[in-house]
């Protein structure tokens, strides 16, 4: 393996919203548009890329739509796990303008009368216009979130389908509860990456939402939060409210200084579902994720980013062997091993490095050896699988003379042992 050509890009810089040179032009159904990059953490293949579209705003609402994409980019600073783990995002935003107002690529509506927030629109549609954009920027978009120029409270998302919908959310009423774009953006983004369910207890249409999600539980004695659950904590039942009533929002909700137990109404439903904490983003009453759906989201990010990558390079005395991770500062814990092959003295130079957390080895193998380096994520927000906070990267590392001797041993030219 060479040196990727990508390790002098992995770096983290927010760039300043607007027209830099880390915009792409495209055309989309004879209109001109715009990728913009405003964030960008590491190659395409190791990040997640989240990709933000514009609909229904005019070639003239462009500032409009860079400051609502501001907003949406508050995520990166102000919600967790978004905040600590925003080493792990690229994020794009893409803009192609409509003819006029009121019009949009993805023939957005809202099919139910307010206060539903329900909005609908052509998936497939979206899936053109993100293409081409991302196509002629040379990436594949693992997330997408579109924002539409439409004041009216809306958002919707497809559980663990890695695509939402949001208005501005420039609703007073709503923004007075601090349901603003921000909090809207971090719900659908709940569903869509997380496979997060409504911890609400119903909405005025009654619907409900039965199925398997790490943050509702619809047996008390079989909990999704088994790990964070203390059995010991009283059962607690949520005031019961009219269906329909405004849930009321709550600062200054701390999911770490909160117990974990059982709440009556998740899932839209008010009887027969529970959920861990009495707040949540999920529930659209906080600023924060419940532990349990904190949880989720990390497990996301790690099933979509890859945040580890291995580099090699010859120097006196051997090959270097650097890792480098996008984990959170302080987060990440480094293990080096031998998979492949016989060298007790690489394997007990590769344990040494192990013990002293290096990210950098330096190595002279004998033969053809895989050393393998895993990153784990130690975070404390996980206490499920943490398997998956697990990333291999290996390097396979073969001596010149030993590689001739094998060819030459393929040919038939000579016999014997290979490597020296
Ligand atoms: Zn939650």
Request: charged share 25%; hydrophobic share 40%; glycine share 10%.
């Amino acid at each position: 393996m060479k040196a990727p050509w990508w390790t002098a890009c992995a770096l983290l810089a927010l760039a300043a919203l607007g027209r830099g040179q880390d915009e792409v032009p495209f055309q989309h159904e004879g209109r001109e548009g715009a990728l913009t990059t405003v964030l960008r953490s590491g190659p395409a293949w190791n990040a997640l890329d989240l990709v933000v579209v514009a609909d229904g705003y005019t070639a003239g609402e462009r500032a409009r739509f860079d400051a609502d994409a501001r907003e949406v980019l508050r995520l990166f600073d102000e919600v967790e796990p978004f905040a600590r783990y925003r080493g792990l995002f690229n994020v794009h935003l893409v803009f192609l303008p409509v003819g006029r107002r009121g019009e949009t690529h993805l023939q957005v509506r809202y099919p139910l009368p307010p206060p539903s927030n329900r909005m609908e629109f052509d998936v497939r549609r979206l899936h053109a216009l993100v293409g081409r954009a991302t196509v002629t920027a040379g990436f594949g978009a693992d997330l997408v979130h579109v924002v539409v120029n439409q004041d009216r409270f809306g958002g919707t998302a497809h559980r663990g389908g890695r695509v939402s919908v949001v208005s501005r959310n420039r609703d007073a009423r709503n923004r007075q509860h601090g349901l603003d774009l921000l909090l809207v953006t971090a719900h659908e983004l709940g569903h869509s990456l997380g496979g997060l369910t409504e911890e609400r207890p119903g909405d005025e249409h009654g619907h409900d939402d039965h199925d398997h999600a790490p943050n509702a539980a619809f047996d008390r004695a079989n909990t999704p939060w088994e790990a964070w659950l203390d059995r010991d904590a009283p059962l607690a039942t949520s005031r019961q409210r009219p269906p329909g009533a405004a849930i009321p929002f709550t600062r200054g909700f701390d999911p770490d200084a909160t117990p974990v137990g059982l709440h009556e109404g998740a899932a839209l439903r008010a009887r027969g579902a529970w959920r861990a904490q009495p707040h949540c983003i999920m529930r659209s009453d906080a600023a924060s994720f419940c532990v349990v759906c904190r949880e989720a989201l990390v497990l996301a990010l790690h099933e979509h980013a890859r945040p580890a990558a291995l580099t090699e390079a010859e120097v006196e005395g051997g090959v270097a062997l650097s890792v480098e991770t996008w984990l959170p500062p302080g987060q990440a814990v480094v293990r080096w091993d031998l998979a492949e092959g016989e060298d007790p003295a690489l394997a007990a130079r590769l344990d040494a490095a192990s013990a002293a957390g290096a990210r950098r080895v330096v190595v002279a193998p004998t033969g053809r050896v895989v050393v393998r380096c895993v990153v784990e994520d130690t975070t404390p927000w996980v206490r499920g699988d943490r398997a998956r906070l697990q990333h291999a990267v290996v390097v396979t590392l073969e001596p010149a003379a030993a590689a001739t001797t094998s060819l030459r041993e393929a040919l038939g030219e000579v016999g014997g042992s290979i490597g020296r």
